[in-house]
């Protein structure tokens, strides 16, 4: 199942003695789509920005609007600052993960950072990245993580399908258990008459280009737009009967198997 990015902003971090904030945006790995961090907006820190892995979460409470953490405030006040509106360091991860205690994700890549794979365990990438796993660390290694992404900086880019364009990317849909993006909400208004929004998950990828803020799928526009309906104003979770639908018209396996 999996929770709208854009409701989840504005959830409440619970620390064990108090909040910590609210949830402002996320960084995700673009080749796992494994969320890495929550990006949190301090009130009690002068409005400081930090990040909190998801190896720290114990719950969340849908009807809440609360994600429960295992830290407290003096450790978050205590945690090496990071600036959230340029790309993270490797430095700046490893004294975050030193601070905190979390397990290395790089050092385990591609498994997800919650300890259960993401992804299956090899040196396989999901469509539309070719660069290979071994060489992505050896680069992470010196520098930031060059596949670590906002989901602010995504919002808005184009999806191509095989035979023309179909919208761009609103929002994104949140596995809140396993802590992966599993579809984009895409905006086909410019397309579709009445603007009706569809799921597109990012195993139907086949090549993303950063730099012109696109990507394309391997999906025609036909395909597309006979998808199974999304209520996009519907609270909550997205359901596995919804899932389910989705997976069997565009043919993708189903991940919860």
């Given at each position: ?6 409701e989840?902003k504005g959830?409440?971090i619970?620390?064990t ?6 949830v402002?945006?996320?960084f995700?790995?673009?080749?796992t ?11 009690w820190l ?12 114990a719950?969340v ?11 407290t405030?003096q ?12 790309p993270?360091s490797?430095?700046e991860?490893?004294?975050l993960h030193?601070?905190y205690?979390?397990q ?10 919650m300890?259960a ?5 090899s040196?396989?990438?999901?469509p539309?990245?070719d ?8 680069e992470?290694e010196g ?5 670590l992404r906002?989901?602010?900086e995504?919002e808005g880019?184009?999806?191509q ?14 596995d809140?258990?396993?802590w992966?993006?599993r579809y984009?909400?895409v ?5 579709l008459p009445g603007g009706?929004?569809v ?9 993303i280009t950063?730099a012109?803020?696109s990507?394309?799928?391997t999906?025609t ?8 309906a ?5 609270s909550?979770?997205?359901?596995r ?5 989705l997976?069997?018209?565009y ?5 919860w198997?």
């Open positions: 199942m999996a929770l709208k990015l854009s989840l959830y409440d619970a620390a003695d108090g909040s910590l904030g609210k402002s945006n996320l995700f790995d673009d080749h789509w494994s969320v890495r961090y929550l990006v949190v907006d301090t009130g002068f409005g400081r920005k930090v990040l909190i892995s998801p190896q720290s979460i719950g409470n849908i009807g809440g609007a609360s994600v429960a953490v295992e830290m405030r450790q978050v006040e205590d945690a090496p600052g990071v600036e959230t509106d340029r993270v490797r430095q991860e490893v004294a030193g601070h205690g979390w290395p994700y790089w050092e385990v890549y591609p498994a997800g950072v300890g794979p993401a992804v299956p365990l040196e396989d990438v999901l539309g990245h660069a290979p796993p071994s060489r992505v660390r050896e992470a520098r930031g993580d060059p596949n906002s989901a602010d995504v880019y184009d999806i399908a095989t035979d023309g364009e179909i919208g761009h990317v609103e929002d994104f849909m949140v809140e258990i396993a992966v993006i984009f909400v905006d086909t208004r410019n397309w009706r929004k799921l597109i998950s990012p195993a139907s990828a086949s090549d950063w012109d803020r990507a394309s799928v999906l526009r036909e395909q597309v737009k006979n998808s199974p999304y209520d996009p104003d519907r909550g979770l997205l359901t009967d919804v899932e389910a639908a997976h069997d018209h043919a993708l396996k189903y991940y198997m």
